[in-house]
């Protein structure tokens, strides 16, 4: 029922970089617009968060999306700091979002629900988006695998605020991750064990 669109860069920096980014399809969601991804059936696309590795792909077709009241802004005005576009050689796309998204809110699909879960700390206006029937997480740049930390070096990063977003993620039953990068992992108790990592990186 997920499907998992592999992002690809025709530049080589971009993919040697780490930047390129996976995108999910589940039924009429998609999960973020990384480059070189094209998505069947129109989706309407939930950004996890504005960095361009993730939005990228809005440029090259007219897709709806979704997103956090910050991305949006980052996305539109556009923020250089926020979107990181310039700096990785993109152009921001500026179309606005059709729907802003807010933390709680609980998206309707056919036989599945997704939850809007704010999860700032790698970035301002980061989103996670959970199916309880799947025990799912889709987690952006949140939540990485084989232990690994996001960058909170970035110009909106905040470290305390990425804890705070580990404690709210720990409550979720989750069984799976499915990250902005890389492929799916088993995600039970998994970001859990990540605060003493993180607060030792603090
Ligand atoms: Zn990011």
Do not use: W
Not at 112 to 136: D, M, N, R, W
Not at 149 to 174: A, F, H, M, R
């Amino acid at each position: 029922m997920i499907q998992v669109f592999r992002g690809s860069s025709r530049d080589p920096v971009r993919s040697e970089s780490g930047t390129v980014a996976t995108g999910y399809l589940i039924g009429g969601f998609a999960i973020d617009a990384p480059e070189g991804v094209r998505y069947p059936n129109s989706p309407l696309i939930l950004l996890t968060h504005a960095h361009c590795d993730h939005i990228c792909g809005l440029a090259n077709h007219n897709l709806p999306y979704a997103c956090s009241e910050f991305s949006a802004k980052a996305i539109t005005q556009p923020m250089e700091q926020a979107t990181l576009c310039t700096h990785l050689g993109f152009q921001p796309p500026r179309r606005p979002p059709q729907e802003i998204l807010k933390d709680g809110q609980t998206l309707q699909g056919e036989g599945f629900s997704l939850e809007v879960i704010a999860t700032p700390g790698h970035c301002k206006g980061a989103l996670c988006f959970y199916v309880p029937e799947q025990k799912a997480m889709f987690s952006g740049d949140t939540v990485f695998g084989a232990g690994a930390l996001p960058s909170v070096s970035l110009p909106t990063s905040n470290p305390q605020e990425l804890l705070s977003s580990y404690e709210k993620l720990s409550g979720y039953e989750i069984e799976k991750i499915y990250p902005g990068h890389g492929t799916p992992f088993p995600g039970k108790d998994y970001i859990r064990r990540l605060i003493p990592i993180l607060q030792e990186f603090i």
